[in-house]
């Protein structure tokens, strides 16, 4: 989707088998999915699963209708990346919970939990992408500043330097004329601006509102690992 | 997937939308269909249907690993059409049938003739990828050759007239290295060795097993129609 070299650390699929036999084996592995899930012979797991499944592609659309957008709103943003990434966190923490005949307080709870950690982990991942190496990142750096996708440090980063470098993110992301060279820049006024910062700031509160998501839970080792994890998907990024 | 520049007769929504946004709304329409299949509270049409698309895309991707193979055999081109495209018509009408509570008896004898009438749709639709004008084809003819797809009437036509042709098919087919003027060439080569009369008899054969299919059932208005549809998938090819 993103054209991206790198995935996990690894030379893209599409890069190796071409886009068609990427696609098409993607549409297979969905198909598979969809059989474990029959297999579960459980109706409201295959519910809250094929729901995420569409939550989560109408996020993707969303995004890319709204890329190139530097006047995009924060709550906008917000909606995007808990369709397109939380809610499959969200869906996977619910679906768990529903298979082991949790009650309905635990239900809520664990979907809440990963609607947060969800939310927490692209805010950092979004983060990354201007701040790391392609090892820590196990993609490459840059690519959503190459799409003009418009992310929380690239929002804010610009706004904080508009005044004097408006002419700069009109070209590279309004009108979308980038050079290689300016992914470097835009990486420094990003950065200095602290849109990195407070960026990761939001994450560490996502992560919080998740570990208080799961704080009514009785204490056990599994609570204390959705604890860690929590902590994880933004300490990663620092 | 195919590349084609036109769709039912339209122009392909790649072109006006571009590929990400293309691929992203299939995944919507996948998970939107998914949804409404759990709406329908019936685990087994699920099952049936959750089976289609894997077994669709296991054929797709089996396709593309035997393009351009001019000694791919006739059951292997058989099996990759029953999977692509006829296990699709095979699933509607076992689903259908199951949706209104038929008897095991009936359940089979549709999934039968959904099978049935799935390949002679396919053999047809090979057929006119080397014989009809756009207009009818609802895509652009010669794709096919385009993509150095192993059709049946690719495959008799090359196997016909290999003795004075090899070369020729050798080079647009083995090696993949075609010119726009090629498509006229393969087209009179294949039409003239009888190869689209022999697709479109064999495709006829299966429009006669997919009505024997439904001649146990009842005689109505609806059992008409479904074997006039068998006739139509060949008829409109002639």
């Known amino acids: 989707m993103d054209a991206s070299e790198l995935r996990r650390g690894k030379v893209a699929a599409h890069l190796i088998w071409g ?24 109706m409201r797991a295959l519910g809250i699963l094929a729901e995420a499944s569409r939550v989560i592609s109408e996020g993707e659309v969303l995004q890319l209708t709204r890329a ?16 397109k990434t939380a809610e499959l966190f969200a869906a996977a923490a619910e679906a768990g919970a529903v298979g082991a005949g ?5 239900v809520k709870a664990l979907r809440d939990y ?3 950690l969800g939310i927490a982990f692209q805010l950092a991942d979004d983060a990354l992408d201007y701040g790391a190496t392609a090892e820590a990142l196990g ?4 690519d959503d500043f190459n799409e003009g996708k418009a992310t929380l440090p690239l929002l804010l980063g610009a706004a ?5 470098e408006a002419a ?9 004329e980038r050079t290689p060279e300016d992914f470097g820049r835009a990486r420094e006024l990003i950065v200095g601006s602290g849109a990195i910062g407070a960026t990761l700031d939001l994450a560490g509160d ?12 009785p204490a056990s080792d599994w609570r204390t690992a959705l604890e860690d994890l929590a902590d994880f998907a933004v300490s990663r990024a620092a």
């Open 114 to 116: 990963g609607m947060a």
């Open 168 to 176: 700069f993110w009109e070209r590279t992301i309004t009108k979308g």
């Open 206 to 217: 996502y992560a919080d509102r998740a570990k208080a998501a799961v704080s009514a839970l």
């Open 102 to 106: 949790a009650d309905a307080a635990a």
């Open 139 to 142: 993609k490459n750096a840059g």
């Open 68 to 83: 190139h957008d530097l006047n995009l709103d924060q709550d906008v943003y917000l909606q995007i990346i808990s369709a």
């Open 19 to 42: 886009a068609p036999t990427s696609v098409l084996v993607g549409d297979f592995l969905f198909a598979r999915a969809f059989e474990l899930m029959v297999e579960t012979d459980s």
């Open 160 to 164: 904080r330097t508009r005044g004097r």
